[in-house]
């Protein structure tokens, strides 16, 4: 994931006012403050799989630092920013606690740029693999057992299947962007000729002052939800056409 350099006093008063934003339309919307209920659970999904896919990732590769600060693990609390988490919830994409790593320790048969790019992907795809995943979920109790979601439990079970799909699309997509400090910038960074590593390195600092203009002021989920939408109506119906085939 990524980690902000950002006055963290700012962005709590930016988190609080989207919640204050936020709270009159719950408050006054039982379904929206169930789906808000429901939305907990798949953002703890989401956020502890995309980050132990970036420290098993990591570990694999011959970094031993995510293991021994406890982030190789499903607990939820290792992996959980308060920010980030509530930036989800109530935005459609945030982040979770960034897991440190050292490119140094990597094995040898491959570069620091190319470790750090398994890294960085690793989470993200964890991701879109959640929303495949709970894709054929949702398909298989539609097909295999129709009779439940009529039920209450069933209804709420399915709802939920349906939010942790686009939490984990809508959390894999924002990290792909290729800006510091999200995992796409060091995605893009390895497959940069030299030259172009260079430049990118040395303008890092303007990249991510114009994420965080992007984020503060909307424009990064107005520019990002259609594609988000695109990712996951692709999953949808992709997993759906394997369903008629079945």
Not at 114 to 140: H, K, Q, R, T
Not at 146 to 169: A, D, E, K, Y
């Amino acid at each position: 994931m990524f980690q902000f350099g950002m006055d963290r006093r700012t962005l709590y008063i930016i988190m609080a006012i989207l919640v204050i934003m936020s709270l009159g339309r719950y408050l006054n919307d039982t379904n929206a403050l169930l789906n808000l209920v429901l939305t907990l659970p798949a953002v703890l999904i989401a956020i502890t799989f995309h980050e132990y896919a970036h420290a098993f990732a990591a570990d694999r590769l011959g970094d031993d630092t995510p293991r021994r600060q406890g982030r190789l693990s499903l607990n939820p609390l290792a992996h959980l920013d308060p920010i980030g988490s509530i930036m989800l919830v109530f935005a459609g994409f945030g982040w979770g606690k960034p897991v440190e790593i050292e490119p140094r320790n990597f094995k040898r048969n491959i570069s620091m740029t190319a470790g750090e790019a398994i890294v960085s992907i690793a989470g993200p795809a964890m991701n879109l693999l959640l929303a495949i995943v709970f894709s054929i979920l949702l398909f298989a109790i539609a097909k295999f057992a129709p009779l439940f979601g009529m039920t209450q439990v069933g209804s709420i079970i399915l709802s939920l299947i349906q939010i942790t799909i686009i939490i984990n699309v809508g959390l894999g997509v924002f990290n792909l962007i290729p800006l510091p400090p999200l995992d796409g910038s060091k995605i893009l960074n390895h497959f940069l000729p030299y030259n172009a590593k260079e430049w990118f390195a040395r303008y890092s600092q303007i990249f991510y002052i114009v994420f965080v203009v992007l984020w503060i002021t909307g424009l990064a989920g107005t520019i990002i939800s259609p594609i988000i939408d695109l990712v996951y109506q692709g999953i949808i119906k992709a997993v759906a056409a394997l369903f008629r085939v079945l």
